[in-house]
Structures are given as C-alpha cells and as structure tokens.
C-alpha cells in the first residue's frame, strides 16, 4: 500500500528554467510534509518542510505547495541549477507515526 | 554540530552470516529512524527508537532487531543475512518524534555475497 506516490520517476529540465515534483498521498492523517535531495551512495538530505495548517512554504529557490483536498503536494525549484541534478523524495508523516517516503524523481537539469 | 555517523560506511557479508550496523544521532536528538533503500525502490522504513524505546516497526521479518542506548546512539543488527539483504541502510535522527524533520547519516553499503 504506497501512501505516498511519485508518479514521474524522471524529469529533465534545462538550466534557469522551473523545475516542478509532484506528490501525492492517500492518508489523510498526515499532517507533515518534507522533501529530501539525495545523491547516489549518500544519504538523503532535507530541503524543505511544510505543516498542514499551511498552503505554501518558501526557501530561497525552493518553494512547497501543499494541496490538501487533493491530497498533493508539489516543490517548485527556480530557477533550476545543474547541482540541482539529484533524486527527490517527497515524504509525509502523521503525529507519532513513521515518516513514509515516496519512490523518488530522478531530476536531471541540463546547461 | 556534527551531523548523523553511521559506521561502518560499507561492509561485506556472507549468506547467513549475521551484521550490526550502527548509528550516531545529532547531539540532542533523542528520535533514531532505520530506512533500507534497494535499487529501484524508495525508502523502506524498519524501526523507530526514542528515548530507548521502540515506537514504530515497519514490515520486516525478524531478522531485522533494533535497539537504542541512554546517550540516544542505535544499532541494527541483521541475522542469517539473505542476498536480498543486500542494500543502502539508513539512519535519521531527529529531536523528537513529530512534525520536525529527520536528518540522515550517509549510510552504509551492505554487500551480501
């Protein structure tokens, strides 16, 4: 039972231009919402967070936009750099519950 | 502030052979997570410890044990190792259990051969 889905394995993006991953999710206990960057043989590292009592979540060129009565949330990267190129995971937890991930979109940003 | 240790980084392993992996959280952080990532698949979440205590357990047989010490540091251990088994182990740690986020170590790279 995938709680949470990345639908787009994949995504390529030139440089400077907006890079947008989607995600949705089906439980409607979560109430916590992060997106993690991770690089081959590394572990994740978070990049933003949004709680349910919010819509919108900005850091520098990332953004968060959290829907939800469609149960989705998306981040916004613009503009998108090179060093951008990673797999990104969004993730969702609900209270005192485990942090449940995504299988992850391959974004590659492209000079 | 140092970040999340996992050690070792990579270990190699016979089929039935048992392995402990270990995990240092960030200084103040009482919560330790455990994530295995295959090929192909996300994070697969395996226990969850704050304050000594196991609060969430994720789908895996048996073979997969967790426990957390008094200074908040963790270890996993893994019995009679399957091929299978083979996979980027993950740490995270965080303050506490809710709505705050996880920072993770790099891993470790277990080779089952």
């Known amino acids: 039972d995938q709680q949470v889905k990345q639908n787009s394995p994949s995504l390529s993006v030139q440089e400077g231009r907006i890079s947008i991953l989607n995600c949705d999710y089906t439980n409607s206990m979560f109430d916590y919402f992060l997106w993690y960057k991770k690089y081959p043989a590394e572990g994740p590292t978070f990049l933003i967070s949004?709680?349910?009592?919010?819509d919108k979540n900005e850091d520098g060129r990332f953004t968060v936009f959290l829907n939800k009565s469609a149960k989705h949330l998306s981040l916004h990267i613009v503009p998108s750099q090179p060093g951008d190129s990673a797999v990104y995971f969004c993730?969702?937890?609900?209270?005192?519950?485990?942090?449940?991930f995504g299988t992850g979109t391959r974004l590659l940003v492209s000079p | 502030k140092a970040g999340v240790t996992q050690t070792p980084r990579y270990l190699i392993k016979t089929r039935g052979q048992q392995v402990t992996l270990s995990c240092s959280p960030i200084s103040g952080h009482r919560s330790v997570s455990w994530y295995q990532q295959t090929p192909g698949q996300g994070l697969q979440f395996l226990f969850e410890y704050f304050s000594e205590t196991q609060r969430n357990k994720g789908n895996f047989p048996g073979r997969f044990s967790g426990r957390q010490f008094s200074n908040s540091r963790s270890e996993m251990n893994v019995s009679t190792l399957e091929l299978g088994d083979s996979a980027l182990y993950l740490c995270?740690?965080?303050?506490?259990?809710?709505?705050?986020?996880?920072?993770f170590g790099q891993g470790t790279r277990l080779t089952v051969v």
């Open positions: 949004i709680s349910s009592i919010k």
């Open positions: 995270a740690s965080s303050f506490r259990t809710e709505n705050t986020e996880a920072f």
């Open positions: 993730a969702a937890k609900g209270g005192f519950q485990k942090l449940v």
